[in-house]
C-alpha cells in the first residue's frame, strides 16, 4: 500500500525538522503544510496508508480527516508543544513533542507499518474463515434466507450480504449446494442435518 | 492465436488447437485429410465454409464475434451443430467423466466421505446440465426454428431469455466443484486417477463456455434481433 506522510505545522523550522529525521530512515512521500485547512485539498487521495503528524493545539479540520477516513488507512499523530500528558487527545492514534528523540520520531513509522500490516492480515485471514463466517456457512446450508440468517444472528441483511461476499471469495464456491458440500466436507454441519436429496 | 482461413491446410487445424478434433467430428469431418484444404474438405462434406471457419474460429479466439457471417445463414444451421454438441455431451463426455470419477472413488482407501460428497455434487451438477440441455433441444430450439419457418411470433411469449441465467447458474456450479477438489478436499485418492478426472473435467468446461458462447452470443442475439423486426 502507498504511503503517505503529511506534517501539518504553523513553524516551518517543525516542519523541515520532522521531516528531515524521517526521511533519513524512510524513503517515504512527505507533504508539508502550514495549516490543516489545506489537508482539504488532498480528499481524493484513496487506498493510501496516510500518516497524519497534526499540530495538537491547532483547528484540525476533522472534516478533511473524516473524508480521508473513508478512502484510506489513516493514523493521526498529535504533535504537542510541550512533555506534558494532560493535553493528550483521544482522538490521536500516537503522540509527540518538541522533545522526542530522533529514535522515538522514527520508531512512530515502524510501529504504524507494523499495525498496517498486521490489520491486513487479518482481512485476508490467510483464507481461514472466521467462526461468524462459518455461522453464516452452517445457516445457508440449512437452506435459510438472507433475512431469516440477519434474524438468527442478529445481525442486519447489509452485514449478512457482506459475510457471503467474503466467504465466495476465500472459498471459491457461490453456490448454495456447493457450500453445502464444504460445510459437510469441513465438519460444520453433520449431513443428517440437511435433506440431501433436496439440497444437494 | 491466429483465425483460420478457407485456403488454410485442414490438417493445420489439428496441429495448431487440437482441441477442435470433437469440433470437427460434430460437423461429420474424420481424420486423414492428405493436403486437402478447409475450403476443400468442406465442398466435399457438403458443409457451408463460411459457417464451418465461424465455428471453429469462436473456439479458437475468445474475442472472436462472427457477426457478418453467421447472420448470412439460417440459425436451422447453427442448431443442428448445438444439437449435435449436446449429443456429444450426452453420450461421450459425461459418461467418461463419470467413469473417471468412480476410478477416483475406487482407489480411495479409507475415509472417503469427503469423496462421495463430491460425487454427489458431481450427480446434482450432471442432473441440472442435463435439465438444461434437454430444455433447449425441446423448448428453445423447436421455438427458434418455428419462428423463422413462420414468422410470426408466438402468442405464449418468447423464453429465449431465460437461458443466458441457466448459463451462469450452470457455470457457476462447475466452477464450485473444480474449486472443491482443487483447494478444499484432502487428497485420499490415487494422483492418476484425480489427475484424469480433473483434467477431463476442466476441458469440458473450455469446450461447454464456448458452446454457451455460441448460444448466448451468436443465436440467441440473431433470434432476438429477428423477434423484434416481427414485431414491427
Ligand atoms: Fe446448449
Ligand atoms: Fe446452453
Redesign the pocket.
Known amino acids: 500500500m502507498k504511503e503517505n506522510v503529511f506534517i501539518v505545522h504553523h513553524s516551518e523550522i517543525i516542519r523541515k525538522g520532522l521531516s528531515l529525521i524521517l526521511q533519513e530512515y524512510f524513503k517515504m512521500e512527505i507533504t508539508q503544510l502550514s495549516s490543516a485547512k489545506d489537508l482539504s485539498s488532498f480528499s481524493a487521495i484513496s487506498g493510501s496508508t496516510l500518516i497524519l503528524i497534526l499540530e495538537a493545539q491547532a483547528d484540525l479540520n476533522t472534516k478533511a480527516i473524516d473524508l480521508l477516513k473513508k478512502n484510506n488507512d489513516v493514523y493521526l499523530v498529535g504533535f504537542y508543544g510541550e512533555t506534558s500528558e494532560e493535553h493528550f487527545d483521544k482522538i490521536f492514534d500516537y503522540q509527540l513533542n518538541h522533545y522526542s528523540s530522533a529514535i522515538q520520531i522514527q520508531k512512530l513509522i515502524q510501529v504504524i507499518r507494523q499495525s498496517g500490516s498486521k490489520s491486513k492480515n487479518s482481512l485476508q485471514d490467510n483464507g481461514e474463515l472466521t467462526t461468524r463466517e462459518k455461522d453464516v456457512i452452517k445457516l445457508i446450508a440449512l437452506g435459510l434466507s438472507n433475512k431469516e440468517i440477519a434474524d438468527k444472528l442478529f445481525i442486519s441483511i447489509h452485514t449478512v450480504i457482506s459475510h457471503r461476499k467474503n466467504i465466495t471469495e476465500k472459498l471459491g464456491i457461490k453456490s448454495i449446494s456447493g457450500l453445502t458440500v464444504y460445510a459437510i466436507m469441513n465438519n460444520l454441519l453433520d449431513i443428517q442435518d440437511i435433506n440431501p436429496e433436496e439440497l444437494i | 492465436m491466429e483465425l483460420f482461413r478457407k485456403e488454410d491446410k485442414m490438417s493445420s487445424l489439428i496441429t495448431r488447437n487440437y482441441n477442435l478434433l470433437p469440433v470437427i467430428n460434430r460437423f461429420g469431418i474424420r481424420l486423414g485429410f492428405k493436403e486437402k484444404t478447409i475450403a476443400e474438405v468442406c465442398q466435399e462434406k457438403k458443409i457451408d465454409t463460411d459457417f464451418f471457419l465461424a465455428i471453429v474460429n469462436t473456439y479458437t479466439d475468445e474475442s472472436y464475434f462472427p457477426e457478418a457471417e453467421f447472420l448470412s445463414f439460417s440459425p436451422v444451421l447453427l442448431i443442428d451443430y448445438l444439437k449435435n454438441t449436446h449429443k456429444y455431451y450426452i453420450n461421450y463426455v459425461l459418461p467418461k467423466i463419470e467413469r473417471l470419477l468412480n476410478q477416483v472413488l475406487q482407489s480411495c482407501p479409507e475415509n472417503c466421505s469427503s469423496l462421495k460428497m463430491i460425487n454427489t455434487f458431481y450427480q446434482k451438477y450432471k442432473t441440472e446440465l442435463l435439465l438444461?440441455l434437454k430444455l433447449?433441444d425441446e423448448k428453445v430450439f423447436p421455438y427458434i426454428i418455428n419462428l423463422y419457418e413462420n414468422k410470426t411470433l408466438s402468442a405464449e411469449g418468447s423464453f429465449i431469455e431465460v437461458?443466458e441465467n441457466?448459463?451462469t447458474n450452470v457455470e457457476v456450479k462447475l466452477s464450485d466443484l473444480e474449486n472443491l477438489i482443487i483447494r478444499h478436499l484432502s487428497p485420499n485418492y490415487e494422483d492418476n486417477a484425480m489427475n484424469e478426472f480433473l483434467t477431463a473435467l476442466l476441458q469440458f468446461e473450455n469446450d461447454l463456455n464456448d458452446?454457451?458462447r455460441i448460444?448466448d452470443h451468436i443465436l440467441i442475439t440473431q433470434v432476438i434481433e429477428f423477434e423484434k423486426e416481427l414485431k414491427k
Do not use: V
Open positions: 438444461h433447449e437461458i441457466e448459463h458452446h454457451a448460444e
